[in-house]
Nanobody
Framework: QVQLVESGGGLVQAGGSLTLSCVAS????????MGWFRQAPGKEREFVAA????????YQSDSVKGRFTISRDNTKNTVHLQINSLKHEDTAVYYC??????????????????WGQGTQVTVSS
C-alpha cells in the first residue's frame, strides 16, 4: 500500500531553519506531483509548496515564497521542504501529499491522492 512518512519537525526558535523530509513507498514516485501542506490549530489546511514530477517546476504559496524551498530526489523516493527564517505563524502540522498525473491542481489539497500522517513544527518566539 502507499505510504508517505514525514520527518524532521520539531521545536525551533524564530529565525531558525528546519528541513522536513517525506519518504514515499508503494507508488511509482517519479510520476507523482508532490506537495506540502500545513494546518495550524483552529485553521484550515493550506497549501505550502509543490514540485513537478521531474522537479523542474516548483510552486510556493505567497506566504512562504522566498523562505521555503521544495526539492525532490526521485532516486530515493523523497521530497524535502527546506524552511528558513521561521516565524511564529509557521507553527503547524506539515503534511506531504502525492498527486497522480492529471488528478488536478497542485495547490488544491482535495485533489491529492495520498497523504502522510504529518509532522509538527513549532516555532517559539
Amino acid at each position: 500500500q502507499v505510504q508517505l512518512v514525514e520527518s524532521g519537525g520539531g521545536l525551533v526558535q524564530a529565525g531558525g531553519s528546519l528541513t522536513l523530509s517525506c519518504v514515499a513507498s508503494g507508488l511509482t514516485f517519479d510520476i507523482y506531483t508532490m506537495g506540502w501542506f500545513r494546518q495550524a490549530p483552529g485553521k484550515e489546511r493550506e497549501f505550502v509548496a509543490a514540485i513537478s514530477r521531474s522537479g523542474s517546476r516548483t510552486y510556493q504559496s505567497d506566504s512562504v515564497k522566498g523562505r521555503f524551498t521544495i526539492s525532490r530526489d526521485n532516486t530515493k523516493n523523497t521530497v524535502h521542504l527546506q524552511i528558513n527564517s521561521l516565524k511564529h505563524e509557521d507553527t503547524a502540522v506539515y503534511y506531504c501529499a502525492a498527486q497522480k498525473p492529471g488528478s488536478g491542481t497542485y495547490y488544491k489539497g482535495e485533489e491529492y491522492d495520498y497523504w502522510g500522517q504529518g509532522t509538527q513544527v513549532t516555532v517559539s518566539s
